[in-house]
């Protein structure tokens, strides 16, 4: 089991940057691909970003694809996402996800533990 806290988040205005972090207490953390998602008001859960089990592998949503930067350094047992350039569609709660699936899956189903997330406000 791993438990994950995310940190980072925060108000910037738009074009800024932030990074947040995702620290994975627990066992087996290598065993884990990693991804992140965010959730706005009223909206569904959407995939952001996921890094493969043995991080060679990365995948993006389209709109941040240039933007955002997934990487995990699994000597401190943390994933980040670099967020350059950030605009005000990107205000949401973002969490962070482990999953047992050895690729970087968009599939809410396939993260099997989260976080309780973090807050993004990105103002105009």
């Known amino acids: 089991q791993v438990q994950l806290t995310e940190s980072g988040g925060g108000l910037v205005q738009a074009g800024g940057s932030l990074r947040l972090s995702c620290y994975a207490s627990?066992?087996?953390?290598?065993?884990?691909?990693f991804g992140w998602f965010r959730q706005a008001p009223g909206k569904e859960r959407d995939f952001v970003a996921a890094?493969?089990?043995?991080?060679?592998?990365?995948n993006y949503v389209d709109s941040v694809k240039g933007r955002f930067t997934i990487s995990r350094d699994n000597a401190k047992r943390t994933v980040y996402l670099q967020m350059n350039t950030l605009e005000p569609e990107d205000t949401a709660v973002y969490y962070c996800?482990?999953?047992?699936?050895?690729?970087?899956?968009?599939?809410?189903?396939?993260?099997?533990?989260w976080g309780q997330g973090t807050q993004v406000t990105v103002s105009s």
């Open positions: 890094m493969s089990l043995r991080f060679d592998t990365t």
């Open positions: 996800a482990a999953s047992l699936v050895g690729r970087p899956s968009s599939r809410v189903s396939d993260y099997r533990y």
């Open positions: 627990g066992s087996f953390f290598n065993s884990y691909a």
